[in-house]
């Protein structure tokens, strides 16, 4: 299993060095490839990890999960330190490139690239704010209830609503992926 992660999380990283990645000459080139690949690496450890964490949860709530509940009762909380650095790193390096890609306040509001790139960030806030109301709203009544009970259904249900929220942020990128970026329409900040 070890060999699995070990081996997918290098081909996420592999993906840094394709496509808007390699706009650029020199040093530049250099810090967004590595932007990327890092970039790349905390989207694929919080929402690959959200398919993991889904399956814990509905094995939990199942007739039989009865040793599961403790299994998620613990999980859970870990999993949502990696987020926080998941989602910070995603935030931080998402900056990076949008400066690289995108050039300018106005880049992002009159071209098509900017825009799509919007709806983007709005999904990867709505995201953030799934993970926030999991974290400190949801995962205190979980921690109380002796069953896997309403508040258990409640995380299911939100940790899925954030898998499609993931979703739609990847198929927004492979859009983007395949179109040219603002930086050649404006430029300058």
Do not use: C
């Amino acid at each position: 299993m070890p060999a699995i992660l070990i081996l997918s999380l290098l081909l996420l990283v592999s993906l840094g060095s394709v496509g808007h990645a390699l706009e650029g000459e020199g040093p530049t080139k250099l810090v967004h490839q590595i932007n990327q690949m890092v970039h790349l690496l905390a989207a694929g450890l919080w929402l690959g990890g959200l398919v993991p964490l889904a399956w814990l949860l509905v094995r939990a709530r199942s007739p039989s999960g009865a040793a599961w509940i403790s299994v998620a009762r613990d999980v859970v909380p870990r999993f949502s330190q990696m987020g926080y650095v998941a989602v910070a790193l995603l935030a931080a390096t998402g900056v990076i490139n949008t400066l690289l890609l995108v050039g300018s306040i106005e880049g992002l509001a009159d071209t098509p690239y900017g825009r799509l790139l919007s709806l983007k960030i709005l999904l990867f806030v709505a995201m953030v704010a799934a993970a926030l109301f999991n974290r400190f709203r949801v995962l205190p009544r979980v921690r109380r209830e002796a069953q896997a009970g309403a508040s258990f259904a409640a995380l299911t249900r939100s940790v899925f609503f954030e898998q499609a929220l993931g979703l739609a942020v990847l198929a927004v990128v492979s859009v983007l992926g395949t179109w040219p970026p603002a930086i050649h329409h404006h430029s300058g900040w």
